[in-house]
């Protein structure tokens, strides 16, 4: 017996007692959910598996969104062998075993893929031992990484793979999956008869961050608690149980999602660090997309912090990667750090007062031509029209500021960025001063 006789072939008996997210497990790209920019009609890898394009590929995504599950199909629509490693469990030399056996499978017409999940694990060195295989077609792997590939994969592996980006799925996506769940006979939870609701199902698919797996193994804990209480109807409490969270009060495009954001943003300006945290857990902890916050954060460091605090914005980006690389739980530290900072840094709106009064000269005035003297004269037409004519190079006179006007006439001397005396500000104001004074004096001289 070789190693392709043991490709996973679960019987009726070994299915019943698997959990349900194996049991739940799409078996047609038509069972399966999501990845619509992919899998949808003419899309790449759709049109990919229908013509059987036996190209190797690299599936890149967050965890449950399904990169195991369609290696699978894949090998089902294309009548190939299926092994599957992970880079955690197995070493290169196992695999290498699975490629040499590959090689002589492939001399009889036999195809495999070799689905290796979490494949960022292996470092540049064991990924070097797939490339003849992957060249002379012994072989179409398949990589699965939660990981940026630009990053974890060395260079010669990823010009040899298409990468495929996929995407977490949507809430919506997730309540149909757990609704099917509920009424599948045969793989589901069907013969409990339980009834439920969408609040119930969306505080699972809230919580389950588009990961279909635990949402699925959220909604089994949840059936088990159901029947152990006597209960045919999944409430919200139930679900909520099963999550071992509070459900808070929230809805994410209602009325608390906005109270909520509101108050962490007022809490901010108002130097309230603790309860900038407070505002900030009770949004993370009833489900808001982290991303959302962190989009919101940057806006306050340019609103409400400003050139008193520049470096507010650097930090709020620097917290956002850090989100974004991390994920949940671990990256919301980086939210708090970066609300924390926020409410506690010197406060300006000035540039945000600023910026709106030009918006509104520039609704009101004309839009006038820009002044000759600042316009570039590359022809000799445009220097016989005086375009640059006048113009003073800052750099060429005494402290590096010209007696020049840089407004439209109709707006001479006009102000719009009035600093604060606050943190970093203070220091823009006196050079606000002493540009004024350099200019006032070159002009009685």
């Known amino acids: 017996m070789n190693l392709f006789d043991t490709s996973p072939t679960p019987h009726s008996g070994s299915l019943k007692t698997a959990p349900l997210a194996e049991r739940m497990r799409p078996r047609t790209l038509d069972e399966y959910a999501g990845q619509e920019h992919l899998l949808g009609a003419g899309k790449p890898l759709r049109l990919q598996i229908e013509n059987d394009d036996a190209a190797s590929m690299i599936f890149w995504g967050p965890p449950g969104v399904g990169k195991t599950t369609l290696a699978k199909i894949i090998a089902q629509v294309t009548h190939a062998s299926f092994v599957e490693f992970s880079a955690v469990l197995s070493g290169i030399k196992e695999i290498k075993q699975v490629m040499v056996e590959a090689e002589k499978a492939a001399q009889f017409g036999s195809r495999t893929i070799l689905f290796i999940d979490e494949i960022h694990r292996f470092n540049k060195a064991q990924q070097d031992a797939f490339l003849p295989y992957v060249e002379r077609g012994t072989i179409r792997l398949i990589g699965a990484t939660t990981e940026n590939p630009s990053f ?244 060429d006179v005494e402290g590096h500021v010209a007696d020049m006007e840089c407004l439209p006439p109709s707006l001479r001397g006009r102000r719009y960025y009035q600093p604060t005396s606050e943190g970093r500000e203070k220091l823009l104001a006196q050079r606000m001063h002493q540009i004024a004074q350099i200019r006032q004096n070159k002009r009685k001289g």
């Open 152 to 395: 974890e994969l060395n260079a010669a592996l990823l010009s040899r793979c298409r990468v495929y980006t996929l995407q977490a799925l949507t809430e919506e996506q997730i309540i149909a999956l757990l609704q099917r769940a509920l009424a599948d006979h045969e793989r589901g939870l069907g013969s409990l008869q339980l009834t439920t609701d969408d609040a119930s199902l969306a505080t699972i698919a809230a919580y389950s961050s588009g990961d279909a797996r635990s949402a699925y193994n959220a909604l089994e804990v949840a059936a088990k608690l159901a029947i152990g209480r006597q209960q045919t109807h999944l409430t919200k409490e139930l679900a909520a149980d099963a999550l071992q969270r509070r459900v808070l009060l929230y809805d994410k495009s209602g009325e608390q999602h906005y109270d909520l954001i509101s108050a962490l943003h007022k809490s901010v300006r108002n130097s309230d660090v603790d309860a900038a945290l407070y505002w900030l857990g009770r949004m993370l902890a009833a489900g808001e997309d982290p991303m959302y916050v962190a989009r919101r954060v940057v806006r306050m460091a340019v609103e409400d912090i400003g050139l008193a605090a520049p470096e507010a914005l650097n930090l709020c980006l620097s917290a956002r990667e850090a989100l974004h690389f991390l994920g949940p739980p671990e990256g919301d530290l980086a939210l708090a750090q970066a609300v924390a900072y926020l409410a506690l840094a010197p406060k300006s709106n000035a540039v945000y007062t600023a910026y709106g009064a030009v918006q509104q000269d520039i609704e009101r005035t004309a839009a006038e031509p820009v002044p000759l003297h600042l316009r570039n004269a590359p022809t000799r037409l445009m220097k016989e029209l005086d375009y640059g004519k006048g113009y003073q190079y800052a750099h």
